[in-house]
């Protein structure tokens, strides 16, 4: 049984899709650096491609991407248009550095679907072209289903896109509106028999609880529905509330919140339907279906955890493309110009667009292991290291979150609730801010 424990599920707690978190980031690393860690990549060393695409048709409340709606279709055809060129010539420009095998391509954002499915498939092919892209490469999308035409998804299947996230959030009604995001399950379902009718055979989704209004019958009912359809992997984040930081959730109504106890009686329920339909949990907020490569990850040993999350990309590091986009090497992580203008300005000038990040001493990167296997495995033998984390960890250990024999940190099923929250002893930055909460 687990508990809820209000001292700990009200704490802030970085999500670490990277150590150290973009909290770290500064100005003090750029393009120069960005460059020489390109240059750094090993011929046939694997590489994933990221590719954020900042605009949407309509902005959910909820949302802390880094995107915008364009309006109007005219607007919206220069705009893309626009960026998309910019695009290729950062694509251009990253090609003619890098020696690495692509191994995998996610699309993202935003919306990569208020691109048109051929303008996607030129990009495809176009990343086929300037890179060594592997013939068994996974080639991901984010899909809003909110955004697609019958013909949509049978393009993007012929373009050689294998996998499609999409944003399921919730399937009330009542929640729907209140977070400005109506769309019937017949949208999702037609979207998943497209993908499948066409050969997509990895579909992710997306689902949320701690919604306005949103309450556990309104959770359970989308998961039963969502099980009808029977995703491969689901991810199950919980709305991080940060008006004061991301302006459109001041849209959302604070006294419709579900409090911290129903936050942890959601997250709960979560788990317990999707255990139950015999899906795998994966580490602290996604399940799989046993025979998805992610179960298998999970169970093996090779789960990883990147800017997108749970992976299972074996990409030694990621390249970022696109404005915001965050690039990743073993001693270095860079993010491109926020700033649609100043990005597009850099790259269509030829250079890369790298801009602030942070660069990682042998302390980060040791430290950096430690949080990625306790996050992926539930485990981690950190030895004599790190005594002041292993002390800060002994509360939890005598609370039976955890088990802790020597150096050995294993989180018991009570403690993963609050996994990000232990991985935090072993964080040399942490100061508790700019993070959402635990749970
Ligand atoms: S469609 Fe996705 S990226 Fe766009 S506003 Fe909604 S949640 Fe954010």
């Given at each position: ?63 802390g ?8 279709d ?30 995998g ?76 995001r ?87 329920l ?16 996604h399940?799989?279906?046993?025979d998805?490569?992610m ?64 660069a ?17 495995d ?62």
């Amino acid at each position: 049984m687990i508990h809820y424990r209000p001292d700990l599920a009200a704490l802030p707690a970085p999500r670490y899709t990277s150590y150290p978190t973009a909290a770290q980031f500064s100005g003090g690393v750029g393009a120069a650096e960005q460059a020489a860690a390109i240059a750094r990549i090993a011929p046939g060393t694997p590489v994933s491609l990221y590719l954020h695409i900042p605009y949407c048709r309509q902005i959910c409340w909820y949302c802390g991407c880094n995107t915008g709606a364009v309006r109007g279709d005219a607007a919206r055809d220069v705009r893309l248009s626009a960026y998309v060129t910019a695009l290729e010539a950062e694509i251009a420009t990253v090609a003619a550095r890098i020696k690495g095998c692509v191994t995998g391509i996610q699309f993202g954002g935003g919306s990569p679907n208020s691109l048109s499915a051929s303008v996607l498939a030129r990009i495809i092919a176009n990343l086929r072209e300037n890179f060594d892209v592997a013939d068994d490469a996974e080639v991901g999308i984010e899909l809003d289903p909110r955004a697609l035409d019958a013909d949509y998804i049978p393009a993007l299947a012929a373009a050689g896109v294998n996998r499609i996230s999409l944003g399921v959030q919730t399937l009330a009604p009542h929640v729907q509106a209140r977070i400005n995001r109506i769309q019937p399950f017949e949208m999702i379902a037609d979207a998943v028999k497209s993908a499948r009718d066409h050969g997509i055979e990895g579909i992710n989704f997306d689902l949320m609880y701690g919604l306005p209004t949103q309450t556990e019958t309104d959770l359970a009912e989308t998961i039963a529905q969502a099980l009808t359809l029977q995703p491969d992997r689901v991810a199950v984040f919980g709305y991080a509330h940060m008006p004061a930081m991301i302006a459109r959730q001041k849209m959302i109504v604070d006294a419709e919140l579900p409090d911290a106890e129903l936050r942890f009686a959601q997250a709960a329920l979560a788990h317990r339907l999707f255990t139950a339909a015999s899906y795998t949990a994966i580490g602290f907020d996604h399940f799989a279906r046993p025979d998805d490569a992610m179960a298998i990850a999970a169970a093996n040993g090779s789960l990883r955890r990147n800017f997108q999350g749970y992976t299972t990309d074996p990409g030694e590091a990621t390249i970022g493309l696109g404005t915001t986009a965050i690039s990743q090497f073993d001693d270095l992580i860079v993010q491109n110009d926020k700033h649609v203008a100043g990005w597009r300005d850099t790259v269509l000038a030829g250079q890369l667009a790298g801009d602030r990040g942070v660069a990682l001493t042998e302390d980060d990167r040791a430290r950096a292991e430690v949080i990625e296997r306790l996050l992926c495995d539930g485990e981690v033998d950190v030895g004599d290291d790190y005594p002041p984390a292993l002390a800060a960890l002994q509360p939890y250990a005598d609370d039976g979150l955890i088990s802790l024999d020597a150096g050995a940190v294993r989180l018991r099923p009570e403690g993963w609730p609050y996994a990000r929250l232990i991985a935090a002893a072993f964080d040399a930055h942490f100061d508790g801010a700019r993070h959402s909460r635990a749970v």
